[in-house]
């Protein structure tokens, strides 16, 4: 599982890769009862064993994101809904500086729906 994070995290090109694993830290960082798995081809983040969050790289701007689970019950004005019936997305440009503050609010309302 490791070795495929690793070689997931490792094969995307500059700027997406820093971009990711900064994202990785800071999705980590958020509580020590959060893991990391891949499920679907991509880096999977759980809470208490249940999916919270994902990260990815859309196929057509090639930005990455992080992909709330619960998005639909998450109420922010950068989330993105699109066509997903359930999941949000927030989209980060990996040419500028981290919104931190923004990823922190999201990734903060996103832990209290699992109470």
């Not at 798995?37 to 994902?54: A, D, Q, S, V, W």
Request: aromatic content about 8%; glycine content about 8%.
């Amino acid at each position: 599982m490791i070795e495929d994070l690793q070689k997931y995290y490792l094969g995307q090109d500059e700027p997406n890769k820093s971009c990711l694993l900064a994202l990785r830290s800071i999705i980590l960082a958020q509580n020590t009862k959060i893991t990391e798995t891949i499920k679907y081809g991509m880096p999977c983040f759980l809470y208490k064993g249940k999916r919270y969050c994902y990260v990815w790289v859309d196929k057509k701007t090639q930005d990455p994101y992080i992909l709330m689970v619960e998005g639909n019950r998450l109420h922010h004005p950068e989330l993105e809904q699109g066509d997903r019936a359930k999941m949000k997305i927030l989209r980060v440009n990996p040419n500028l500086d981290l919104p931190l503050g923004t990823i922190l609010e999201v990734l903060r309302s996103g832990l209290g729906l699992y109470g």
